[in-house]
């Protein structure tokens, strides 16, 4: 049920994004052979070597889900094989926005302190807001905002929410500069604590690679005029992949190499 819950939540996993929160192959089999499950190949990036299995949940496992949940079928969300046809930009962003969620679920909370995520909340609309800042052109403009990812997590230093944007590089660097120097306002008018009352709040940038990384956090540091400090953090996916989202991956716009939490 858990892999079912999981699915409805999020819409589109990997099986590797399952692992990290201690979902084996038996369990993806099993509930694949009872047709609770959908599972699809999807070729995220030219540079894959091999094409990447996406799971989503089938009509069959909505109701199977809605029948242990006691509620109305319809409730649960669900795919088939035609809905599952999106397109390849949208189905990478979406598993990069999923697999970052499930890596910070898959932290552990232990007695020393250590980090556990809260909530999370993905909805575009719960999430989108916006900032009247000054422009380059000595005009006051609205920004838009809308992260792809609130993050409530306890850690150390108590209760703390991140924002967190994915970028697929897809994007210019200066439209990305524009939204950097709007979150940077909209922190200095407390937006943080009137939209998602939190009274601590980070600015995650996920890129896929340590390049793309460098250039948003260069384009940070030009568009806030290096006054950001903090509130910015970019971390490369690759990187996360490899050493684990607690490693010293993770870089402000003044400090590189710093975990996430300390």
Partial sequence: MRLLALLAAFRFLTVSDLALVGIDNGEVEAAEAVRSI?????????????????????????????RVMDVEPGSV??????????SVMFLDHTLARNGFALALAGMRCE??????LLSW????????????????????????LEADGLAVCHGPRGIEGMLVEVDRGTEPVGYLGRKYAGYLEWWRQGGHARRFDVNTVRILTVAPDEKRTARLRDACL?????????????????????????????????????????
Avoid: Y
Wanted: proline residues 5%.
């Fill in 77 to 86: 969300p669900h795919s088939t094989r035609s809905n599952s046809s999106r």
């Fill in 111 to 116: 007695a020393d302190g250590s980090p556990i």
């Fill in 38 to 66: 959908l599972r699809f190949q999807l070729q995220r990036r030219m540079t894959d070597p091999a094409a990447t299995q996406v799971l989503a949940l089938s009509r069959a496992g909505a109701l199977e889900l809605a």
């Fill in 222 to 262: 030009e568009s806030t005029q290096g006054k950001a400090g903090g509130l910015f953090w970019f971390g490369a996916e690759d990187a996360i992949a490899k050493h684990g989202i607690m490693a010293p991956i993770w870089s402000t716009a003044k400090v590189e190499r710093l975990p996430l939490w300390t």
């Fill in 121 to 144: 909340e993905h909805d575009r609309d719960r999430l989108a807001d916006s900032v009247t800042m000054m422009a380059s052109t000595s005009q006051l403009c609205r920004q838009p």
